[in-house]
């Protein structure tokens, strides 16, 4: 009975393993480009290459209002990224906590600032994807222009994660304000 019981475990195995590996994936990058979907695109400081990030409708519609909106209209058009935002805002205060023994004397922290910035870059329009190139049009212009991007110019793509948020404080003096 032992030897029917391993063979049918192995047999599990064997099948479990063969289902996580049934994904398909293209065989060359650009090849996760879909045509008619929205990318961002960002070129990397002091080369010819960029960054593509593959967003939706709804994650450029954040990336716009990222760009456009100030923080509080922000929060209230999209409270996922408040809640985000939030967290890294309670996160930075719990640390200056930590380190407020730490200031020289006389002086304190003043008032955490937020920061949010978009990520993905310029938004545009794939309208084709070819084997060896992109053909985009800008989706955020007033007059929209079509260009294609050597593929081998692209160095990395990447999915959408959100816009990047960051902290600051300004250290002040006894009886100094913020202003």
């Known amino acids: 009975m032992k030897p029917f019981r391993l063979a049918l475990i192995l047999l599990s195995v064997f099948c479990a393993a063969d ?5 398909d994936h293209p065989d060359h990058m650009v090849g996760l480009i879909d045509g008619q979907t929205l990318i961002g695109l960002k070129r990397i400081d002091k080369t010819n290459d960029y960054i593509v990030t593959l967003i939706t409708d709804a994650e450029a519609d ?3 209002d990222v760009a456009s909106l100030d923080i509080p209209k922000l929060f209230a058009k999209h409270p996922h990224v408040a809640e985000r935002g939030n967290a890294v805002l309670t996160a930075f205060r719990t640390s200056l906590a930590e380190k407020e023994l730490d200031l020289p004397r006389g002086t304190r922290f003043g008032q955490p600032k937020l920061r949010v ?3 993905a870059g310029e938004l545009h329009k794939v309208h084709h994807v070819g084997r060896d190139y992109i053909l985009l049009e800008s989706s955020d212009a007033e007059e929209p222009r079509k260009f294609a991007v050597n593929s081998r110019l692209i160095r990395e793509i990447r999915w959408y994660s959100g816009p990047a948020f960051g902290t600051s404080v300004r250290h002040l003096r006894e ?3 913020e202003q």
């Open 62 to 64: 954040i990336e716009r």
């Open 175 to 177: 009886n100094e304000t």
């Open 117 to 119: 910035s978009p990520t």
């Open 19 to 23: 289902l996580a590996y049934t994904e």
